[in-house]
Each structure stands twice: as C-alpha cells, then as structure tokens.
C-alpha cells in the first residue's frame, strides 16, 4: 500500500510541473499553443520558478533541435515519463517530426493524456497521416507516427514489448528524453533501464533532467528518505553530482557522457533571449535563480558516432 502511494505521488509530480509549464507560456517565457489543451488555468509562479523552467525548456530544445539535424529528419524520439508533454504537437506545427515519436508513462497518467487528446480536435488532427488510422486503448494511442503506451519503466519486459508495439526500430538514430523522472525511480531499477536501452540502441543519445549537487551543508549526501511534495526521491544517489550523473551512463554500458548544471545551461542560451525573458518578471534576488540552478543539471550519454560528444553550445 505504501509503495502504491508513492506511485500516486509520483505521478501527481506530472500535474505540477505541466502546471508550471503552462504559466509560464501564458506569460510569454516560450510559445506553446498545445499545452492548454492539457492543464487548466494555475496559480501564480514566483519568477525564479519560471525562469528556471524555461532554462529546463530551452536547455534540452538545444539537444532535440541537434538532435533532429544530426539524424537528418529519419530518427525517432522516445519521451520516458513523458507526463503532459505536447513536443510531438510543436515539432509537428514546426514542420520537424521525426520518423517515428513515442511517448511512455504510467498508465494512470496516459489514460488521462489519451481522453485529453481524443477529445481536442486540435491535438487529434495532427495525429492523421495519410496512410494511418488511429488506435486507441484506454490506456494507449497508436498513430502513424506518434505512439502513447502505459507502462511502469521500473519493468523492463514491459518496457521491451511497448516499445514493440510502438514500431520502434533499434538502428534508427535514437533521442531517449528523461525530464524530472530518473530521480523517482529507485537506483537499482533505473540502471536495468538505462543498461538495457544501451545494449539495444547502438545510435542513440539521451538527454536527462534532473535534480543535481544533492549534499546538505553538512557535505551529506541527502539519501533515500528525501521526499519532495511527499515523493520518494527514490533514485537520488545518481543525483549527488555531475560525476555521478555522468558515471551512472557509463556504468550502464554507454559510451560516454556528459554534464551541467542549469547554471552553465542558462548562461550558454542566446544572449538576445536571456535578457527578453529577463524583461517579463523582476527578479530582485538573482541569486535565489542560482541556487535554484546550481541543484539541477542536465546530463546526456550516447552510443555511437553521430552523437558523440554533443555538447550545450550553440550551433
Ligand atoms: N517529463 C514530464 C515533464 O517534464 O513535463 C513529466 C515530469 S513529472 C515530474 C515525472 C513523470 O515521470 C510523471 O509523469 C510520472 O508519472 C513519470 N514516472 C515516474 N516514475 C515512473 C515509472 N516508474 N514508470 C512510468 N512513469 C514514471
């Protein structure tokens, strides 16, 4: 009972930040016209939380957009705990969809992302393709090229026969995207995922977000029983530093590995658009944004020649 608890309170996780996201679209911080259609209207944000999503945002656009240059239009994307995440949507108004878009999550969560999608016009129009029908289940979607599964990523067999039945080909160029999610997933289940996914995708990069520098003042790691909005950080030994960041890829069997933290990230995004979202809310303490920062990072691994050694830098 305790452990299905938890699970709730995990995926309660998803509705914050989706809620976060929205507000800060509706302030103007990024464009997204698809998220709307799955958060209702929220409470204010402080401005450090906003602009520390846009960071989250905008950090990994960088690795998606190089992502999508490198594989030439003929990769496919795969979004672990994906939550409310309307990327396929944009990519698809932006003319830039891969060959093939997957999206998994607790089936509690799909369940309620495919009744939101079967209900918008909007979302389901973008769905069509010449050649395909759309499949539903209550808890997944099937499009041409967009798939919606429910599954448990802490069950790899699961994992393995969703991926199946989402069309995915493992010699295809391959972005995996873990936003906020390793972190709720125990240590032990998370690296069965990441060794498994390696030895599957030759050529592939992933690209993860998550909490990072996790030691108190005290210089203690702050372990398994940390709990933030009454979720078990149940995987928060990877998180202590960018090394552990990094050495939890290649540990697992990825080829190599790197790191930063959203302070580095924030500072290597576009001058012009730092200072414009700079202009939407006053922040009068700058240094509570880099506090905020400097405990989240993104960390990417890859296999293979095409994505070897991606960098944050623009261009
Ligand atoms: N990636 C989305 C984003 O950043 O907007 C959602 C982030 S939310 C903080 C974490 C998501 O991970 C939730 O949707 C949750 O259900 C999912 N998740 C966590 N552990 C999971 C597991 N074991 N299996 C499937 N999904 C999981």
Redesign the pocket.
Known sequence: IKDMAD?EA?????D???EC?RYAVQLGYWSDPFINFFVRQTGRKAPEINRGYYA?VKGIEVFIDKFLKLSGGKGQII???????TLYWRLRDAGNSPLNFVE???P??TAKKCYLIKKQKQLIDRLNTEDGEIRFSATDLHAANYHLV??????ISDVANKLSQAEVNFSLPTLF??????V??DTS?ASTLLKWLSGKFSNSIFVN?EQVNMRDKFGQVMLSNLRTRGCLLAGVEDCESLETQQRRFTVNGWEGSNAWTMVEVYDSLPESERSRIERIELLDERELLTQLLQHYCISIAWNGQTFKNISIAQG
Not at 10 to 14: I, L
Not at 79 to 85: I, K
Not at 150 to 155: A, N, Q
Not at 177 to 182: A, F, G, K, R, S
């Open positions: 699970d995990v995926q309660a996780t998803n914050d930040a989706s996201k989250r979004n672990l705990g994906a939550g409310f995440d998994l999550d607790f509690s969560v429910g599954i448990d990523l802490r069950h995207i873990t936003e906020c999610v390793l709720y997933v289940a977000y």
